[in-house]
């Protein structure tokens, strides 16, 4: 079965500079989540879409930006990255948003700031 | 906010033991809690979940029990096996996400 696809799987990026985190969601799922995963740290929520609309937003620091296109992939951009930035980024997807429904996510982007 | 505290934060089991997580959750809005196992450096995997209007689900090995009065509820691994030790992390869902509890490190003795 189709999974969700996040590139690139490692990036690793000086401080200062941008990075643009891609995920492809699930055939047929609408909403698309973004989550940061620090070294023993549960995944922190950033930001989600439902149906291309901003639906919810966590702790994203201002120099992070996200959107989801008409196929539903979403990019992640962060700018001025800084080196506590450097974690796993997970995308997963879900079908209906609104809460209450499975998410399923990608094997993530591990970004390493230097 | 939501914010969900998960216990233990490490436990440790001899196999064929079983293993039990508790997690509290703080929102009652709250109605759809999910388990996810997590090996490290891969992703969150879904290995159970359950809706707020039941109290209890099982899966082979896995039941999670919910007690929507006292915001509780539970991951019991029964027959534990090493292939079985990872990091389990709880959830609670709120409208367009999830909050996670800090995870239990989970580790079966052969």
């Known amino acids: 079965a189709a999974g969700v696809i996040q590139s690139p799987r490692h990036l690793i990026k000086e401080k200062r500079e941008t990075a643009t985190l891609k995920c492809y969601p699930i055939?047929?799922?609408?909403?698309v989540y973004w989550y940061q995963q620090g070294p023993g740290q549960d995944p922190q929520f950033l930001i989600s879409f439902y149906e291309k609309m901003q639906s919810d937003k966590g702790s994203i620091p201002d120099r992070f930006s996200a959107q989801q296109f008409s196929d539903y992939h979403s990019e992640l951009n962060m700018s001025s990255l800084e080196l506590g930035d450097s974690a796993l980024y997970f995308c997963?997807?879900?079908?209906?948003?609104?809460?209450?429904?499975?998410?399923?996510f990608g094997p993530g982007t591990r970004l390493t700031v230097t | 906010g939501e914010n969900v505290e998960q216990h233990p934060s490490t436990l440790s089991v001899q196999e064929g033991d079983s293993a039990v997580i508790k997690c509290t959750y703080s929102d009652s809005a709250s109605n759809y809690f999910p388990w996810y196992k997590q090996e490290l450096g891969k992703r969150p995997q879904l290995i159970i979940d359950i809706r707020s209007n039941v109290g209890e689900k099982k899966d082979q090995r896995i039941a999670v029990t919910l007690n929507k009065t006292a915001k509780h509820f539970s991951l019991h691994i029964t027959e534990t096996q090493p292939e079985d030790s990872a990091v389990y992390f709880c959830?609670?869902?709120?409208?367009?996400?999830?909050?996670f509890g800090t995870g239990t490190r989970l580790q079966v003795f052969p």
């Open positions: 055939p047929r799922h609408d909403t």
């Open positions: 959830a609670a869902s709120l409208p367009d996400k999830l909050i």
């Open positions: 997963a997807s879900s079908v209906q948003g609104r809460g209450g429904y499975e998410q399923y």
